[in-house]
């Protein structure tokens, strides 16, 4: 049962959703999130020719704890060719990157689409955003339309690299209490593969601020060395963090734990159905996070952050580690949050 600051979902239409990429890691889970939906319905699937013409249960390999939602098992999957999908208010795409470059882009002249690929993530008319971190970003949307000339129908939303999901929303909070954060280093441990420079680029576009003309995005300037690791778990990426603020005195551990603890996004104050109703869970207990017992907290919609520690070193202020689920809220969950911000916000 999702979490809700304003209990407003019951009044909005149905919308029915298109899923490309219907048969893969990514898709699964968006068929799992939209199965239990109250308005956001599943009426098309989509994956590649191989897949094209089976059941939903042929040809997909499940690979989830639950079983195949009974409305979905027997759905004919489609080619992804945007004429199959008429009908549709929104598509979610878990297209593998290459095959998103051209395919998203046809399906974006003509519906909302919300892209967990890299192709457009820094494309500078493409809203980066992560949903508790940096909704008002999507105010680029209109400038997209017009480059696209969809008519104010079709757009193009991405999510962030699944790594960077779990580090720039304690950033935002941290940012919100405490002013600039100038230097970074992380070392994540990935469920699955990871790329460093997408860390680099994609946090200081996220925490970056939209120009008042709402046509391009400001990254902040922010240094940040990454070193990418993948370890032997099913799901949940970890990530080590060490940060130097611009502040003098930086913040003490109580006070950064309690900035996480008590941080608040656009998401949830609007009303977003998903949203969790803690962004972030800190741990006090020195063992957490760790991803059997922290990846689905709020239902995986929230970042676990622990060990928050002053750097003694001086190089840094302060370290803390962070866990993310990078399924939920890492890829097909923010991507679902990010259509009930739209929504919401009146772009679809
Ligand atoms: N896994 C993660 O942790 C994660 C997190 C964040 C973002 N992402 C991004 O999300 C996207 C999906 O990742 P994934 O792990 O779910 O990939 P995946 O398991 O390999 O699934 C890829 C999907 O794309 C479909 N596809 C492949 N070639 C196609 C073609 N030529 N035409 C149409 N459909 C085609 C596949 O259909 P078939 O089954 O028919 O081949 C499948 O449904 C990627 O861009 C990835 O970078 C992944």
Redesign the pocket.
């Known amino acids: 049962m999702a979490n809700h600051f304003v209990s407003n979902y019951q009044k909005l239409p149905k919308k029915r959703c298109g899923i490309?990429?219907?048969?893969?890691?990514?898709?699964?889970r968006f068929i799992l999130l939209l199965s239990e939906h109250p308005y956001l319905e599943i009426s098309t699937i989509?994956?590649?020719?191989?897949?094209?013409g089976k059941s939903y249960a042929e040809?997909?390999?499940w690979r989830q704890s639950e079983p195949i939602p009974a409305t979905v098992a027997n759905m004919a999957?489609q080619?992804?060719r945007p004429e199959l999908f008429k009908g549709c208010d929104i598509i979610f795409?878990?297209?593998?990157?290459?095959?998103?470059q051209e395919?998203e882009l046809a399906f974006a002249g003509l519906y909302p689409v919300f892209?967990?690929?890299?192709m457009y993530r820094m494309d500078p008319l493409t809203p980066l955003v992560v949903p508790t971190v940096n909704l008002a970003h999507m105010g680029l949307i209109t400038a997209q339309q017009q480059h696209l000339k969809s008519e104010g129908k079709g757009f193009l939303v991405t999510?962030s690299?699944?790594a960077v999901t779990g580090i720039v929303i304690p950033f935002a909070a941290l940012q919100a209490k405490f002013g600039r954060i100038l230097e970074v280093s992380v070392v994540t441990l990935q469920?699955?593969s990871g790329a460093e420079s997408k860390i680099e680029t994609e946090a200081c576009k996220i925490l970056g601020s939209l120009s008042p003309e709402k046509n391009q995005v400001m990254p902040q300037q922010m240094r940040v060395s990454a070193a990418c690791n993948r370890v032997p778990v099913l799901d949940g990426h970890t990530a080590c963090v060490s940060l130097r603020f611009a502040t003098r005195p930086p913040p003490n551990v109580l006070a950064v734990e309690a900035a996480l603890q008590s941080y608040i996004s656009e998401a949830q104050t609007i009303g977003c159905y998903s949203a969790p109703a803690q962004a972030i869970v800190v741990h006090k207990d020195p063992t957490r996070p760790q991803p059997r017992l922290d990846r689905n907290m709020e239902r995986g919609y929230a970042v676990s952050v622990g060990r928050v520690r002053e750097d003694e070193s001086g190089i840094f202020d302060i370290k803390f580690v962070a866990l993310s689920h990078?399924?939920i809220i890492?890829?097909a969950g923010s991507s679902v949050l990010n259509c009930e911000a739209a929504i919401l916000k009146g772009y679809c």
Not at 46 to 52: D, L, T, V, Y
Not at 115 to 118: D, G, Q, V, W
Request: hydrophobic share 40%.
């Open positions: 490309l990429g219907a048969t893969g890691a990514v898709g699964q989509g994956a590649s020719e191989r897949s094209a040809a997909a390999q999957v080619e992804c795409s878990g297209l593998n990157t290459t095959k998103a395919v892209s967990n690929a890299s999510n690299n699944c469920a699955l990078n399924i890492g890829a």
